[in-house]
């Protein structure tokens, strides 16, 4: 059931309003005043919610990534095979950096990163590593069941990861806009599943 009290809608409210700002303006120009502004609510109740702008970033990323799926813990289906398991997760991946808010929300984080390296972190917990803790289980367990023989399931899943999301995502976040139709990242996609499986496969 969603959830639709007043209190999920404030919080909402809030931070749609801090990915908004912290788009326009980054992350350090960004004030929790100005985010109160935007959202229509008092100070105080934007600190009701968050205790400061690292939370806050934190619970933009946490939306979306719930929005793409890739971070639930249910994503990888154990009643479906191998590759169509695969195949789900990676659709769910792609659509991380998908968007246009999804890959200007990463390169203010890859702007200012540096100097406020928990924003790295935050981004990092609450997407890329989640996914690759929920990937490696997963391979773990087809490791247990015989199905695939991989020595680090940790960074088989990043690497699977990077197969996936790379090909056509990183030209996109550096602004190079190409042709890339629905139809090449599908064949891309097929294609980082059917090196990944054949690669990894236990041999009978």
């Given at each position: 059931?969603?959830?639709?009290?007043?209190r999920r809608s404030k919080?909402?409210?809030?931070?749609?309003?801090?990915?908004?700002?912290?788009?326009e303006s980054g992350y350090?120009?960004?004030?929790?005043?100005?985010?109160?502004?935007?959202?229509?609510?008092?100070?105080?109740?934007?600190?009701?919610?968050?205790?400061?702008?690292?939370?806050?970033?934190?619970?933009?990323?946490?939306?979306?990534?719930?929005?793409?799926?890739?971070?639930?813990?249910?994503?990888?289906?154990?009643?479906?095979?191998?590759?169509?398991?695969?195949?789900?997760?990676?659709?769910?991946?792609?659509?991380?950096?998908?968007?246009?808010?999804?890959?200007?929300?990463?390169?203010?984080?890859?702007?200012?990163?540096?100097?406020?390296?928990?924003?790295?972190?935050?981004?990092?917990?609450?997407?890329?590593?989640?996914?690759?803790?929920?990937?490696?289980?997963y391979l773990t367990e087809?490791?247990?069941?015989?199905?695939?023989?991989?020595?680090?399931?940790?960074?088989?899943?990043?690497?699977?990861?990077?197969?996936?999301?790379?090909?056509?995502?990183?030209?996109?976040?550096?602004?190079?806009?190409?042709?890339?139709?629905?139809?090449?990242?599908?064949?891309?996609?097929?294609?980082?599943?059917?090196?990944?499986?054949?690669?990894?496969?236990?041999?009978?």
């Open positions: 059931m969603n959830d639709t009290s007043p919080c909402d409210q809030i931070v749609e309003a801090a990915c908004k700002l912290f788009l350090e120009t960004t004030s929790m005043d100005a985010i109160a502004t935007e959202a229509n609510v008092s100070k105080r109740t934007v600190y009701s919610y968050f205790e400061n702008k690292e939370v806050l970033f934190g619970a933009i990323m946490k939306s979306m990534c719930d929005n793409t799926g890739c971070t639930h813990p249910d994503t990888l289906d154990p009643n479906l095979s191998l590759k169509e398991a695969l195949k789900e997760f990676a659709r769910n991946m792609v659509g991380l950096t998908q968007t246009p808010e999804q890959r200007d929300v990463f390169r203010v984080v890859l702007a200012e990163g540096i100097k406020f390296p928990e924003l790295g972190k935050t981004f990092w917990d609450s997407g890329p590593e989640l996914a690759k803790q929920i990937l490696a289980a087809q490791i247990s069941r015989g199905v695939l023989a991989i020595e680090d399931p940790e960074v088989a899943a990043m690497q699977f990861i990077g197969m996936v999301k790379w090909p056509h995502s990183m030209p996109e976040l550096f602004g190079i806009k190409g042709n890339t139709t629905p139809a090449d990242r599908q064949r891309a996609l097929d294609q980082a599943i059917s090196i990944f499986t054949e690669g990894t496969r236990a041999k009978s």
